[in-house]
């Protein structure tokens, strides 16, 4: 059975939308506009910052082989009120985008603002597919008006010096399977780094990969110097042990295994 990581990325937009600033939303007087929030309400993101944004980034390079699908929620809400019935988010995939519908992701049918709520999410179920080992992939919603909502929220210069905006309509993610060192993975105690190598030693060690998408430190969960050398001493003494029995552990590219 193929496993589901679920990426929920819930803000707590009720709380942090009732606690926005005036000065965050007093151009935007109008009732009933749909934006995303994570324009509007800093919330965290997947590498633990806290930031406003109209775009993030995902990738499955990091995770157990086993993991084949991430639900990533969109929050989007309301700026006005409650209604009593539920109301429809009119919701398009911008030409730009390079993801394909059904084979990279699926979103549900509709989109709804249930009856009483300002808030509520866009679920996109993200699938991880063989060409993503080799191509980055984007994925661009656009909020567009209906009979229920205005998108008179649109943009808010971010950069006076460089007129960077940034959109309340439109919201991009990316997402890949490219492997590459992560930020944990210190050579002088684990080698030249490789995905085979980096899998074989999470599996035997019941290690969770994403430990090593942070610097190494006394305080990083994992990766502190005596977690380090016991990864080594103990990669070390398997690969030799494989070797004595005739069981040589190689790379992928026919060399042998080797940690320092």
């Known amino acids: 059975m193929k496993k589901i990581l679920i990426l929920s990325i819930t803000l707590l937009i009720i709380t942090g939308f009732s606690s926005c600033t005036k000065e965050e939303i007093e151009t935007y007087s109008g009732k009933d506009n749909i934006y995303f929030s994570p324009a509007v309400v800093s919330y965290v993101s997947l590498n633990g910052a806290k930031v406003l944004t109209d775009s993030i980034g995902l990738s499955f390079s990091l995770d157990n082989p086993v993991i084949t699908e991430r639900l990533f929620k969109i929050p989007i809400a309301v700026q006005g009120k409650a209604s009593n019935v539920d109301r429809e988010v009119k919701i398009a995939i911008d030409p730009s985008s390079t993801a394909i519908k059904d084979t990279h992701f699926t979103i549900p049918d509709k989109i709804i603002i249930p ?133 040589t552990v190689y790379e992928e590219n026919g060399t042998e295994m080797l940690f320092p």
Request: charged content about 20%.
């Open 115 to 247: 009856a009483g709520k300002v808030v509520d999410t866009i679920r996109v179920l993200v699938k991880r597919t063989p060409d993503m080992k080799k191509n980055a992939f984007s994925l661009v919603f656009n909020l567009e008006g209906n009979e229920f909502f205005k998108t008179e929220m649109q943009t808010k210069v971010i950069n006076v010096l460089t007129k960077k905006t940034m959109s309340f309509i439109q919201f991009e993610l990316t997402f890949d399977d490219l492997l590459s060192q992560p930020k944990g993975w210190v050579v002088s105690f684990l080698g030249t780094f490789s995905a085979k190598k980096f899998f074989l030693m999470c599996d035997l060690m019941n290690l969770d990969p994403i430990i090593f998408n942070q610097a190494p430190s006394s305080s990083a969960v994992g990766l502190s110097i005596p977690e380090m050398q016991y990864y080594q001493n103990f990669m070390k003494r398997y690969l030799a042990e494989q070797k004595a029995s005739g069981n």
